[in-house]
Each structure stands twice: as structure tokens, then as C-alpha cells.
């Protein structure tokens, strides 16, 4: 039972542009919100985070957002860069040790 | 500090054999959890360790099993290798394991069963 889920498996966006991933979730009970990076041949990155008590975090160019009456997360890129090209996955936790990732989307960003 | 390690990078193994994995965590990390990720399915947990006790087990046969030593090192093991057990298995470490402690990730391995 997938209950983190990435609807959209690629996004491409111009360099300088806002990336804007998108992440659905089914459990109410999740308590923080991760997303990581992942590039070919390593292994995912911590990008950013976010408690169930708030609603933003911003770290540099990235930013995630949380809607929990639409249990829906989203993690803006400004501005995008050649680097930003990856593979992100949502992640959720209930702090019982054990997270749930969704199946990720790849963002291509074009010169 | 040095990061997670995994060992080996790639294995090809044959359908029926059995396969064991290595991690290991970040210096002063006590919680290794493993993740199976496959094209189209992310990451799926497979089980967290901490001081040598398993916490929480995720939806895999028994085949899959694992252990954690003293030194927080961390094997996981999947016996009678079937063709769907081809996928990258990646090893994280923490120091806590909880969700609100950030997860360093190895670079994975993997795993070809023909």
C-alpha cells in the first residue's frame, strides 16, 4: 500500500525557472516530511524537512510546503539550476523508525 | 567524517542462491535502516536497526533478514533469490533513526538475480 505518492515521474523546466514537485500522502498520522535528492550511482541526499506543526520551511532556493487538510507537500526550486537535474523523492515518517518514500520524480532543468 | 559505506557495489547472483549485503554507518551512528528501491516503486523499507535490535520491519517475506553488530555495522540477507529481488539496495544510517533525524545514505547495491 503506497501511501506516499509522486504522480508526476518527470518535470522538465528551463534554467532560472521555478521547479514546483508535487507529493500526496494517505496517512494523517505522519509527523515529518522529508524530501531527498538522488543522483546515478549514489545513493539520496537530505534536501530539506519539515514538521507536521508548520505549514513552510525555506532553506535557500528551496522551499517546502506542507497542506495537511489536503495531506499534500510540494518542494519549490528557485531558481533552477543545471545542478538541481535529479531524481527527488518525497519521504514521510511517523518517528517509529521507518520511513515512506514515494517513487520519485525526475527533474530535468534545460539550459 | 567518512560516509556510509556498502559492500559490494554489484552482485550478479543466480535464481535460488542466497546473497548477503554490508553497511557501514557513519562513525557514532547507532540506526542502519535498508531499502530496496526498484524502477517505478522508490524506496521500500526493509528493516531499521538500532543497538543490535531490530525496531521495525517492513511488508517483505522472510527471506529477507538481517542483524546489526555491536560496532553498528549492518548485514542484511535474502535467501532462495528469486528474479524480482533484482533492484538497488541502499543502507542508511542515523543517529536515532527516527523520521526527524536526517538519514545518510550509502551509494547502494546492486543486486542482478538471473
Known amino acids: 500500500d503506497q501511501q506516499v505518492k509522486q504522480n508526476s515521474p518527470s518535470l522538465s523546466v528551463q534554467e532560472g525557472r521555478i521547479s514546483i514537485l508535487n507529493c500526496d500522502y494517505t496517512?494523517?498520522?505522519?509527523?515529518?516530511f522529508l524530501w531527498y535528492k538522488k543522483y546515478p550511482a549514489e545513493g539520496p541526499t537530505f534536501l530539506i524537512s519539515?514538521?507536521?506543526?508548520?505549514d513552510k520551511n525555506e532553506d535557500g532556493r528551496f522551499t517546502v510546503f506542507l497542506n495537511k487538510s489536503a495531506k499534500h507537500l510540494s518542494l519549490h526550486i528557485v531558481p533552477s539550476q543545471p545542478g538541481d537535474s535529479a531524481v527527488y523523492f518525497c519521504?514521510?515518517?511517523?518517528?517509529?523508525?521507518?520511513?515512506?518514500f514515494g517513487a520519485g520524480t525526475t527533474v530535468t532543468v534545460r539550459a | 567524517k567518512a560516509g556510509v559505506t556498502q559492500t559490494p557495489r554489484y552482485l550478479i547472483k543466480t535464481r535460488g542462491q542466497q546473497v548477503t549485503l554490508s553497511c557501514s554507518p557513519i562513525?557514532?551512528?547507532?540506526?542502519v535502516s535498508w531499502y530496496q528501491q526498484t524502477p517505478g516503486q522508490g524506496l521500500q523499507f526493509l528493516f531499521e536497526?538500532?543497538?543490535?535490535?531490530?525496531?521495525n520491519k517492513g511488508n517483505f517475506p522472510g527471506r529477507f533478514s538481517g542483524r546489526q553488530f555491536s560496532n553498528s555495522r549492518s548485514e542484511m540477507n535474502v535467501s532462495t533469490l528469486e528474479l524480482g529481488d533484482s533492484a538497488l539496495y541502499l543502507c542508511?544510517?542515523?543517529?536515532?533513526?527516527?523520521?526527524?533525524?536526517?538519514?545518510?545514505f550509502g551509494p547502494g547495491t546492486r543486486l542482478t538475480v538471473t
Open positions: 536497526y538500532f543497538s543490535e535490535t531490530q525496531r
Open positions: 519539515i514538521s507536521s506543526i508548520k
Open positions: 562513525s557514532g551512528h547507532r540506526s
Open positions: 519521504a514521510a515518517g511517523l518517528n517509529d523508525y521507518k520511513l515512506s
Open positions: 542508511a544510517s542515523s543517529l536515532d533513526g527516527r523520521s526527524s533525524y536526517e538519514q545518510y
Open positions: 496517512n494523517s498520522m505522519f509527523d515529518y
